[in-house]
């Protein structure tokens, strides 16, 4: 079974540029995450799909960031404009949700810095 | 708020020994409780999940779960250099749909051989 896959795996912009990260979760995985994870930190939630529609999105920064699921099964993060404080992993992970279990699985991330 | 405390460590343990990490959540309504493994550069890898009291074990792994002290722990026996890595504690809330995961900051494991 293949993995979560996640592009591009590093990407360097300059402050107040955009960029878009992409994923494709694992095959038959309804649900989908966005993490961002902060050097010496543990990640942090940004926002969950169920299927195509948004279940959590209070730790988004609204103003600057964006995502969309559209057909269900791929995602895209937007960052416009880009700060400083952005430079972190973006990591894209996956759950099938069955029953009680709620495992969650983890692409590769992408690697972001903002100069 | 939902918050997960560890030990940041470096906790250093000697090869072949019980490495023993440790982790307290402040949500009294989290039902899922997950270990995660990362290597540096690399991305979290699922080891345990634990979702009753008590123990659970897999391989050289054990997790412990105890709800009235809103604590879990992990234990890895016979431990060897290639379980030197970050370990990141995990839980989700009280259910429903919304189940992203807060995590701890991680315990830094070093295993000396």
């Known amino acids: 079974e293949a993995g979560v896959a996640q592009s591009p795996r590093y990407k360097i912009i300059e402050k107040r540029q955009s960029v878009a990260f992409w994923c494709n979760p694992i095959?038959?995985?309804?649900?989908l995450y966005w993490y961002q994870q902060i050097l010496g930190q543990g990640p942090k939630l940004l926002i969950q799909f169920q299927n195509n529609g948004v279940v959590d999105d209070s730790q988004l920064p609204k103003d600057r960031f964006s995502a969309e699921r559209l057909k269900g099964v791929d995602s895209t993060l937007k960052i416009q404009p880009a700060k400083l404080e952005d430079s972190a992993v973006y990591l894209c992970?996956?759950?099938?949700?069955?029953?009680?279990?709620?495992?969650?699985?983890f692409g590769p991330g992408t690697r972001l810095t903002v100069l | 708020q939902k918050e997960v405390e560890q030990n940041s460590g470096p906790l250093s343990v000697p090869e072949g020994a019980i490495a023993s990490l440790n982790c307290t959540y402040s949500d009294r309504v989290s039902q899922s409780f997950f270990w995660y493994r990362q290597y540096s550069g690399k991305s979290p890898e699922l080891i345990m999940s634990?979702?009753?009291?008590g123990d659970k074990e897999d391989g050289r792994f054990t997790a412990q779960l105890n709800k009235a002290s809103q604590y879990v722990s992990l234990l890895i026996r016979d431990s060897q250099p290639s379980d030197s890595a970050t370990y990141l504690c995990a839980v989700t809330g009280a259910g429903g749909g919304a189940d992203g995961l807060t995590f701890g900051k991680g315990t830094h494991l070093i295993i000396q051989p």
């Open positions: 992970a996956s759950s099938r949700r069955t029953g009680f279990s709620n495992e969650q699985f």
């Open positions: 095959s038959g995985h309804a649900t």
């Open positions: 634990i979702y009753s009291n």
